[in-house]
């Protein structure tokens, strides 16, 4: 008899929950409890997937950032401590203490590691930029920077932004120092070489207004196909994902996501941040929100779009309003580390997608 209530109790628990109804305080008291504690990061594992957050070295100092980092996030990215700069800061000498930092921490808190990048037309040393290098030299020099840094990060970084915003916004390829002095071959050589440095690794191309489609998303579209044609080393596409309100939302995202998946390689949305003209409102938010949360569907729709990065969480650190003055709020989180509304647009897409 006792058994026989309790059964039905919890038979009609179960029913309410499924319902989406609260049930007696006790039950619903669990449930809230258990909904608290899911983080964005086990509800994307849900999903197949990982959910990360950039993070810069100062930041690490910011205890209470750093562990709800840590807490809510299973993937992270350096901001800037694996750039060219900070691992070589003088020819042939290298210096692994930032990356090795974040590393560390990601470590300590179970987070995996995205590597970010191997070769920039930005954030270069000034022995690299100002040298008067002849192709030959600068070859040896990416080949050895590569081999380096990737052999370093061995079995500790799963996958690497190899070569980072190579293209123009009409597909043709950025005149950067390795172009110009290379040509455009430093791409797949400087690909082969990271694989030979560690094969485990996922090797993408990255950058930003490609995900939606147009002529420079079809520039890599066309890229990525050749080098599968050729066989270079190529898993992913990281789709940087830098959104602004007032530019609208990228064109056919899914569709651009999907047709990069047809070609074989995963796709990653590595930096996403969204941000508004300030002052931010309940106006502007809300519509963030919406967007945060097509991203996350639009990832969510592809298998082999393997994760989201957001470029740092929340809007107290944030390299929007230096870099675009009078724009910020980009991010899930606002300067208290308090959820805005695209915190639950973003945990309402991956519940839905895990459920
Ligand atoms: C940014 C960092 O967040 C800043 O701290 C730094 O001053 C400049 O670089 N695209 C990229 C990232 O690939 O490396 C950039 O990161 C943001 C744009």
Redesign the pocket.
Known sequence: MRRTRTRAATLAAATALLAGLAVAPAAHAVTAHHHAETTLGQLAERTGRYFGSAV?NPELTDTDYANLLGKEFDATTP??GMKWYATEPQRGVFDFTAGDEIVNYARAKGLKVRG??LLWHS?LPSWLSSGAWTADELRSILKNHITQVVKHYKGKVFAWDVA??ITNEDGTYRENIFYKTIGPSYIADALRWAHAADPKAKLYL?D?NVEGTGAKSDAYYTLIKQLKADRVPIDGFGM?A?LALQYGFPYQMRQNIQRFADLGVDVAIT?LDIRVILPSDATKLAQQADWYGRVTNACLAVRRCVGITV?GYSDRHS?IPSVFPGEGAALPWDENLVHKPAYDAIRNALTAAGS
Request: glycine share 6%.
């Open positions: 810069d901001g800037n970010h990048t954030q980072n915003e990255n930003y940087q830098h930096e470029w390299w």
